[in-house]
């Protein structure tokens, strides 16, 4: 019998550099180029089969710039955070330096933090070398990816590499199945308060 493993994830970063879209080719496998910009923050679920025994399910806090001031209430209790920059635009490597600061400060010691540089298909246009972004990464600790949302190069891989390095042990899952219910308790009311959408059935991000 395989057994279930569900962990809060929460997507940060500049706004545009592609957080919902890297969500929508990992949730639904699909990218759009207009897309509409994220009101609120979004939520989804996708799980991660690492081998017959371990299914890992995320539930996915996708936020949005305007929501700036509300970003805690999204990060705190979140066992893993994807910090997105664009590898075109320089000052979104310094953005995404601010969250992991503020993730470091302020969300939970245990959590895992994964920087990502997307839109790598755009490679004509880079002005963040990869060497800059993985010794920064190194430096801190950090897991580091590069992906395309657009043609889903290196998606599935980050969500996959979470999964693995999240505790699954016998008493921290216990843990973190609490702290998935105090999350889910959490998503209701964010609902509420925002426009988040609540489910990924429902969701148009
Ligand atoms: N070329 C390219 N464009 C992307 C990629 N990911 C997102 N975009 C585009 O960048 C813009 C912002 O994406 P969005 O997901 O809304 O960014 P968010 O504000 O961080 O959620 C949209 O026009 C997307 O189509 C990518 O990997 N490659
Ligand atoms: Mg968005």
């Known amino acids: 019998m395989s ?13 545009a550099v592609g957080k919902s879209s890297l969500v929508l080719r990992f949730v639904k496998d699909q990218f759009d180029d207009y897309r509409e910009s994220t009101i609120g923050a979004a939520f989804l679920t996708q799980t991660v089969t690492l081998d017959d025994q371990t299914i890992v399910k995320f539930e996915i806090w996708d936020t949005a710039g305007q929501e700036r001031y509300k970003a805690p209430m999204y990060y705190r209790n979140a066992n893993c955070a994807v910090v997105v920059y664009d590898i075109t635009q320089a000052s979104s490597l310094d953005k995404a330096r601010t969250w992991i600061r503020e ?14 540089g997307n839109k790598t298909d755009l490679t004509a246009r880079r002005q963040i070398t990869q060497e800059e972004a993985k010794k ?20 599935s891989e ?25 999350a889910a308790r959490q998503g209701v009311d964010l609902n ?3 426009t988040t959408q609540g489910s990924n059935e429902a969701c148009n991000c």
């Open 103 to 116: 993730l470091q400060r302020q969300a939970d010691p245990s959590i895992v933090i994964a920087l990502c």
């Open 3 to 15: 057994k279930q493993f569900q962990f809060k994830l929460v997507l940060l970063g500049e706004s």
């Open 136 to 155: 920064y990464a190194d430096e801190e600790g950090l897991m580091w990816f590069e992906t395309s949302a657009k043609t889903g190069e290196g998606v």
């Open 192 to 194: 509420r308060q925002t």
């Open 158 to 182: 980050v969500f996959t590499a979470i999964a693995k390095k999240l505790p699954l042990s016998a008493p921290s899952s216990r843990t973190n199945a609490a702290r998935g219910t105090a």
